[in-house]
């Protein structure tokens, strides 16, 4: 979400021109960011293609409400054209220059969070629905998908709050995970499903 978006939730006033009403609200929070645009067509071993086109927005600058202030850095990339293997090694490559992490809050939320004070509350996993005639990949990638965004829906408040809750919502969505792995291991890729393993026991004994 860029500043923008962000401006229209904290407008003191508000109008609709269909009926000409005017909604007046208290500034809540302020953003004030430095805002970076990119468009390129870098060249990646992971696109079959040898290309992808992606958008690049870097963002810094300050969430402010009341007396509270955070500072704030994000990289946004979006795909554009070409393959999501290619924004992923991009991604990689990001981490590797500085660590990173995949952001699940906007910078409304958590501006908007400064200022009531609360904690980043804690979820538990959303009912997965498969539609009618999905295949088994496709199937396969809602399952893991599911257990992924469990995951990191929990992570703000463990990381910002400590809250046991949401550590604990982690550790179901990671188990979730291995019981999946354990279910598709006969139609897994085994190298992908090894290393995935490997990874979900060295996580485990973190949490």
Same mark, same amino acid.
């Given at each position: 979400m860029d500043s923008h978006r962000? @401006?229209?939730?904290? +407008?003191?006033?508000?109008? $609709?021109n269909?009926?000409?009403? !005017?909604? %007046? $609200?208290?500034?809540m929070f302020y953003t004030d960011m430095e805002m970076q645009f990119l468009r390129k067509d870098p060249v990646r071993p992971h696109d079959? =293609?040898?290309?992808f086109l992606f958008y690049h927005d870097f963002d810094r600058g300050t969430l402010a409400a009341?007396?509270?202030? +955070?500072?704030?850095?994000e990289i946004e990339l979006e795909l554009l054209k070409g393959?999501?293997? =290619?924004? /992923? =090694?991009? @991604? *990689?490559e990001l981490n590797e220059m500085a660590p990173v992490q995949i952001a699940v809050r906007s910078k409304a #939320?958590? @501006? /908007? =969070? *400064? $200022?009531?004070?609360?904690?980043?509350? &804690?979820h538990k996993a959303k009912k997965l629905r498969f539609a009618p005639g999905v295949t088994v990949d496709g199937g396969i990638t809602a399952v893991f998908a599911s257990c992924f965004s469990h995951w990191m829906a929990n992570e703000p408040a463990v %990381?910002?709050?400590?809250?046991?809750?949401?550590?604990?919502?982690?550790? !179901?969505?990671?188990?979730r995970m291995r019981s999946a792995l354990?279910? $598709?291991?006969? !139609? +897994?890729?085994?190298?992908?499903?090894? &290393? +995935?393993?490997? #990874?979900?026991? &060295? !996580?485990?004994s973190a949490l």
């Open positions: 962000m @401006a229209s939730l904290a +407008l003191m006033t508000t109008g $609709f269909a009926n000409r009403t !005017v909604l %007046l $609200f208290p500034e079959r =293609a040898g290309q009341g007396e509270r202030s +955070l500072p704030n850095a393959s999501k293997q =290619a924004l /992923y =090694a991009l @991604a *990689l #939320e958590r @501006a /908007y =969070a *400064l $200022f009531t004070g609360e904690p980043p509350p &804690w %990381l910002e709050s400590g809250d046991p809750e949401g550590l604990h919502q982690m550790r !179901v969505a990671l188990r354990t279910l $598709f291991d006969g !139609v +897994l890729p085994m190298m992908q499903a090894g &290393w +995935l393993k490997g #990874e979900s026991q &060295w !996580v485990g």
